[in-house]
């Protein structure tokens, strides 16, 4: 394919990166050993004439005179056969210095120039800055000013389009959600393991005395009525129970004992 031929020859000089090109006639019996003659070729508009590369071909040399040469030079970075092949394009000063100028891909036939890192810079900083100009366009137009209210924010504009979406929604088919696999459980359940294990939950603590001295208490007849002497809010009752002195009659069988049905004055 000849850039010429499609007016891609001022495009070519403004950014190179923006075009591409290929022969078809080449890319069925493209391997190692011939990508750098289908790189040479007339029609591919990232050779230049001038380099070592075609001095030494015109010559029918071997290639590896181009190491005792100093210029522009071609040479063949990395190899992925049969889809992916570098070409570096470099400036050789010295058999053992050289200066890189230019990396060239070919995928699938295709040859491309790599972007070098600030055009990649340059491309994702303008992307960014389109999309937020886009966004506050957008949310500027929902804005709305009173000199009474202030700013307020209007919506209306964009319910016809939010009704649209929820019919189409609506009509079609559910989407059904994907359970989780039994590695992404195992996963979980390792991972909640490994937090128990290092903050484990904190259990009451009962020492022995006051669990004995509790079940004592409960066991012991005598303590049966020491809530007697406390009042509802826990503090000691002291009120003085009295009792009478018994008769003489009263006892049961000639004993001094008092008769259960004896009463208790407070």
């Known amino acids: 394919m000849n850039p010429s031929r499609l007016g891609l020859g001022s495009l070519m000089q403004e950014n190179p990166l923006w075009i591409s090109w290929h022969d078809s ?69 010295s058999p053992t210095e050289t200066t890189p100028m230019a990396d060239y891909y070919i995928i699938a036939g295709t040859v491309y120039q790599a972007p070098d890192l600030a055009s990649v810079l340059n491309s994702r900083i303008l992307s960014t800055v389109h999309h937020l100009q886009t966004s506050f366009d957008e949310t500027s137009s929902y804005s709305r000013y009173h000199p009474s209210k202030g700013y307020t924010w209007d919506f209306s504009s964009n319910k016809a389009i939010a009704e649209k979406t929820k019919t189409q929604t609506k009509k079609e088919a559910p989407v059904k959600e994907e359970p989780s696999s039994i590695f992404q459980r195992q996963r979980v359940d390792m991972l909640l393991g490994d937090l128990l294990r290092k903050f484990p939950l904190p259990l009451p603590q009962v020492t022995n005395s006051a669990a004995g001295g509790g079940m004592n208490d409960l066991n012991n007849p005598n303590n049966l009525g020491a809530g007697a002497g406390e009042n509802d809010h826990g503090a000691p009752d002291h009120t003085i129970i009295k009792q009478e002195p018994s008769d003489g009659l009263g006892g049961r069988g000639g004993n001094n004992e008092l008769p259960p049905e004896k009463k208790m004055k407070m």
């Open 25 to 93: 006639n080449w890319i069925p019996v493209l391997n190692p050993g011939n990508v750098m003659d289908y790189f040479s070729e007339k029609s591919n508009p990232f050779y230049d004439r001038t380099c070592n590369n075609e001095i030494v071909r015109m010559q029918r040399q071997s290639l590896e005179l181009l190491n005792n040469m100093t210029g522009v030079e071609y040479m063949l970075l990395h190899v992925q056969d049969p889809i992916l092949y570098v070409i570096r394009k470099q400036h050789r000063h």
